[in-house]
């Protein structure tokens, strides 16, 4: 079951613009993180934002949770060629026990130098 | 170093044959999972384990098996019987306990491409 959308499906900006990513849910959440993969690997845990929490921040990224719109963003400010590579959200509607996450489609960005 | 190791990184199966896929963490993770990845698309569930001598079914389980004899692994065994098995396979590990999922997420290997010819 696939609970995350994510849009765009594929993202080309400048070096040194923002780029934002959005994700929508289908039902309630404890959490909702999100992922990064770069071609042909496996993926890196980025952020994660409980369902409590409307904004989170980790270097140039920034997180909001909407939950009455279950909806989520993530903006990454002044991009880098290296930030080149697909980004998933994923839910986690569990309480407890094993974190049994529910990913995203994902959205390509490519930074062009 | 702590981390969660998947091998081989390539594998080929024949019509036929059953194949099974390592996944080795040192994090002291109770938890497990294995996801397939299509090109192109997100991750969907195959099976995962709490602890030790329990696994459940994902999504998409038809065709797979596994066990988890020791905490450290979960090897994925993909069978005859799944008929479209070429896919980029993904193992993860987490915590399970209530408060550290509230702050923790998965911790994924590099993968296992696997292609049937």
């Known amino acids: 079951s696939q609970q995350g959308e994510e849009d765009p499906q594929a993202l080309s900006i400048q070096e040194g613009e923002n780029a934002t990513m959005n994700c929508s849910y289908k039902?309630?959440?404890?959490?909702l993180q999100w992922y990064r993969q770069n071609s042909g690997r496996g993926l890196v845990h980025l952020i994660l934002i409980r369902s409590n929490e409307r904004e989170k921040h980790s270097g140039r990224l920034r997180v909001t949770l909407d939950t009455s719109k279950k909806s989520s963003s993530l903006l990454i400010t002044a991009s880098r060629a290296a930030d080149t590579a697909s980004y998933f959200c994923a839910t986690d509607a569990g309480i407890q026990g094993a974190q049994k996450l529910v990913f995203g489609q994902g959205t390509r960005l490519t930074i062009n130098p | 170093d702590g981390g969660i190791t998947q091998s081989p990184k390539y594998l080929f199966r024949k019509e036929g044959q059953n194949v099974t896929l390592s996944c080795e963490q040192n994090?002291?993770?109770?938890?497990m999972y294995w996801y397939r990845q299509d090109p192109g698309q997100g991750l969907r569930l195959i099976y995962y384990?709490?602890?030790?001598?329990?696994?459940q079914k994902g999504d998409i389980a038809e065709g797979y098996s596994v066990s988890r004899e020791k905490k450290e692994s979960f090897p994925l065994t993909v069978t005859s019987a799944q008929k479209n098995p070429t896919a980029f396979y993904l193992c993860a590990s987490s915590t399970a306990g209530q408060a550290s999922r509230a702050n923790y997420g998965y911790t994924f290997g590099s993968g296992t491409r696997l292609t049937v010819v």
């Open positions: 384990s709490q602890i030790v001598n329990d696994f």
């Open positions: 994090l002291n993770h109770d938890a």
């Open positions: 039902t309630s959440i404890n959490n």
